[in-house]
């Protein structure tokens, strides 16, 4: 079995990633909060490739909505082999100006998020003894960045959720990892100004694409030596 679980799966780089699994033989299962009319153009892009997906609908902040719908399909079709946790916000201000509910938000879904998706999924990749965790981090994550405090801490928070959770999975042949993109050309990004990417040493944006290989990548059999760590994709940048 290779099916894989996608969240956000809808745009960006979390569709780059549907679509580069796709072209390389993985069955996939789709994720998004909002926008299913997307996803279901997605899902029918992927199926015209020859391999097989379905789509799931749910806010990762809800735990019970989470996990009754990730275990009624895992019921249904049996434990996924990879697990791809893109799914996230920003919702950046300087620090004094935000809010209660940018706070709450923003850690709920990008961190709560991480626990809600992969408490129902855990004792069945255990019992499979096999899995691969791939999870998205970011920059920000590694090495803060201003007006990002809520942000940065969510992303931060994953690393180290992450590198726990690798060696309590190691002995089952489960690795868990973690990707921590730069400035990546997706609509999130199209507002970034000229003057940040002349910072990145190769004076461009990346493109889902190549975060996307990397994710094709950690999932093969080729990585399986591979795990508790955080790759970065950021052309060099370091805020």
């Keep these: 079995m290779n099916d894989v679980l996608i969240t956000g799966a809808s745009r960006g780089i979390g569709k780059a990633i549907a679509i580069y699994l796709a072209d390389n033989g993985y069955n996939l299962i789709l994720h998004c909060s909002k926008n ?9 892009e992927i199926i015209s490739k020859g391999v097989n997906c379905r789509t799931l609908a749910f806010d990762i902040k809800n735990r019970e909505e989470t996990q009754k719908i990730l275990n009624e399909d895992i019921e249904k079709n049996g434990i996924y082999y990879g697990i791809v946790l893109n799914a996230g916000i920003a919702k950046d201000t300087p620090f004094p100006a935000m809010e209660d509910d940018m706070w709450d ?8 998020g991480f626990y809600n998706v992969l408490r129902p999924l855990i004792m069945p990749l255990i019992q499979n003894k096999k899995g691969r965790i791939v999870v998205m981090s970011s920059i920000s994550g590694q090495c803060g960045n201003r007006g990002q405090v809520n942000y940065s801490a969510s992303k931060a928070g994953l690393i180290g959720a992450t590198k726990a959770l690798s060696l309590e999975l190691a002995k089952r042949n489960i690795t868990v990892n973690a990707i921590a993109p730069g400035i990546i050309d997706t609509e999130m990004t199209e507002e970034i100004p000229a ?4 910072q990145v040493p190769m004076k461009r944006m990346g493109t889902a694409k190549e975060v996307a290989s990397l994710v094709n990548y950690l999932l093969s059999k080729d990585s399986s030596y591979i795990t508790g760590q955080v790759i970065a994709v950021n052309g060099g940048l370091y805020l």
């Design 36 to 44: 299913p009319e997307r996803l279901e153009e997605l899902k029918s």
């Design 195 to 198: 003057e940040i990417i002349k």
């Design 105 to 112: 938000d923003v850690l709920n879904t990008n961190l709560g």
